[in-house]
């Protein structure tokens, strides 16, 4: 079948770009092209953005909280009904297991579109009764107000789950937006516009366009003087770049950027749980999550015992066909990231790792020989100043090491310039209290992993990001506060 060539959907419709110039969208599972993508143009981007700005004075400016919400809740109602057309491109597009993406990525996509709905009925204003010298008094009340367009610029690590966890709060609060998906996975972008269009969602509202970051679509995007924000996701070396070229327009920005999350395994823990939960957060989605777990500390007594178990259930994972329901573990989502990824296997086996199982390419049957495979890897006995422990690989692999005390568990877990994630694995509660506590970390886990409630705020301290994501903690950056004053 001859690959599609996608489109923008700007204003409504779906355009081609003005120039024509398209780049190749690959299947990382074995390198055979799955589309065609435009790369946009300045003046594609403008188009988009000048949309996106018209429709905030247009219809969509005049629908109430509840007509807005029942709009949403329509687009979820569509996703549910097109979900193996968004299973099919999510899994083409990343290369993971349809195991996962069909119980997490899509359901979830649909999910925050009414989560998100529900809950921006529900947010209260604020009044105050303000005494005046006449005796007259004043009344102080806000009112919340929608940005502006913002520009939703999304990764490809869980495309349309972190791309929707943007657009639903947006939406909701009664923004415009400009969204450019990731260049390795642009096509659950393209058919959320098929969506909107099918929904009712009036013109302008939603606004795709595709390419690249520097001196490309994401920079044109960011530097339009009438994008109010910017919403990344993405490594940390990016959203330095976007705060350079915000800075100028003092645009607003929300950033969840890279991690280096240190796990914490305590002798009293429950083990299996703790394998169970440990192998997910170190494997899952090929090590591609910026939840994942790569520093691994493990009290000693359990050290030997933990290593050999997750040694075996490393190399039980099943690599191969993605739609095959058995498979467990999927190709990293390029070439270029694989060799990025192998060259951290090549520095640690340099310094003197232990190279407990994998550190190479995967060996599969020739189907997938042009594909982006690599092993899931585990080491032990590097120091923490090796650039294994130091850097975000995003990858399958993780370092393993014994400490004495609580103390210096901590103190290991908290030495990296990330704070995005954590877990500890205790029975005791006293003890899970104390060390949550006293992690830098914008979550932390105790006994699981990745359990989500779209209530909660999730961002990270340090070089992690900026602000924070879920619940009303969204509205706030996607709504501007004002205050009225009446005076009686």
Known sequence: MKPETLRFFIDGEFVAASNQQLFANTNPVDGSLISHVPEATGADVDHAVQAARRALSGPWSTLSADERC??????????????EDFLKAEVTDTGKPVSVASTIDIPRGAANFRVFADMVKSMADESFHTPTPDG?????YTVRKPKGVIAVICPWNLPFLLMTWKVGPALACGNTMVVKPSEETPTTATLLGEVMLEAGVPPGVFNVIHGFGPDSAGEYLVRHNDISAVTFTGETRTGTAIMGLVAEGIKDVSFELGGKNPAIVCADCDFDKAIEGTQRSVFANCGQICLGTERVYVERSLFERLVNALKERAESLVMGDPFDPSTSLGPLISLEHRDKVLHYYEDAALQGAEVVTGGGTAELDRRYAAGSWVQPTIWTGLPEESSVNREEIFGPCCHIRPFDAVEEAIALANDTDYGLAATVWTQDVSKANYVATHIESGICWVNCWFLRDLRTPFGGTKKSGIGREGGHYSFEF?????NVCVKF
């Open 70 to 83: 029942r709009l949403l809740h329509r687009v979820a109602n569509i996703i549910d009904r097109r979900f």
């Open 136 to 140: 007259t008094g004043a009344m102080n």
């Open 478 to 482: 996607y709504s501007e506060i004002q």
